[in-house]
């Protein structure tokens, strides 16, 4: 194993255990950090390539709960559109499309950021009608093709349905979980072939045990951090490395 080799296989564990933190802390953004700081140095398809297992294996668990039933009533047309366009839209591809997905990838960091910064008052769509959620599946569906990342705008649909603690986090499992596959579909469909290799194995199996060395680490710590100033500090660094994969995009 030459020096680069190592320096990656290092570099990507670290960032799963970052990733896997914050999730353990938040609840959310495995994918987030994942894409955010392995946009840096790799390409958008071998970035997502990376996090489908990782993103996959830790929403399972968010996917159990009660709710089940009355999530699935609401939210499948969403699901469907999340699914759907996530496959089919284009994104993925030469150069020229590796520059663009770096351009929105870097461009939906900014925007979650700021979102996250400004929290501005969502309207209440409790009582509308659940077709709606397609809507916002469809435009979550474009981002995740472009860019891998699955929270715009689904996550803030998701609390304008003013959905309780419990009821959210299995909401965002199920969703998350949805995502996660069109994405594995979508990066099958899009990778060069025999780019699994045994090194994208290896670095596959190490990022896995990064996440959930990083979640359990965030869920250990989850009661001793101040969690509004925490996801505050979170909401600048996206909004850093956003600009930073703009700047590499060129």
């Not at 564990?13 to 970052?18: I, P, Y």
């Not at 392995?38 to 071998?46: K, N």
């Not at 008052?121 to 472009?146: C, E, I, Q």
Request: net charge positive; charged share 10%; glycine share 12%.
């Amino acid at each position: 194993m030459g020096c680069m080799d190592l320096w990656q296989f290092v570099s990507m564990s670290g960032v799963f255990v970052l990733a896997g933190g914050v999730k353990g802390i938040t609840g959310m953004g495995l994918p987030t950090v994942a894409m955010s700081l392995l946009g840096l140095w790799m390409t958008p398809v071998q970035a997502a390539a990376m996090l489908v297992v990782p993103s996959l294996a830790t929403n399972v668990a968010q996917c159990h709960g009660p709710h089940l039933r009355r999530l699935a009533v609401r939210l499948w047309p969403g699901w469907l559109a999340i699914a759907v366009v996530t496959i089919a839209a284009p994104g993925f591809g030469g150069t020229a499309s590796t520059e663009s997905a770096k351009r929105w990838l870097g461009a939906i960091l900014i925007v979650y950021g700021a979102w996250g910064l400004w929290r501005p008052a969502l309207p209440d769509f409790s009582r509308r009608n659940p077709w709606l959620s397609a809507v916002a599946g469809a435009a979550t569906g474009m981002v995740t093709a472009s860019t891998a990342v699955f929270v715009l705008p689904w996550v803030p649909y998701l609390q304008s349905l003013r959905l309780s603690k419990d009821e959210m986090v299995q909401a965002l499992g199920l969703s998350f979980t949805v995502a996660t596959l069109a994405l594995a579909v979508r990066v099958q469909a899009s990778a060069p072939p025999g780019w699994l290799s045994a090194s994208g194995i290896v670095s596959v199996c190490l990022a896995l045990a990064g996440a959930f060395a990083g979640l359990k680490l965030g869920e250990a710590v989850r009661g001793r951090i101040a969690g509004p100033a925490f996801q505050k500090a979170l909401f600048i660094v996206f909004i850093a490395l956003g600009a930073a994969n703009l700047s590499r995009a060129g």
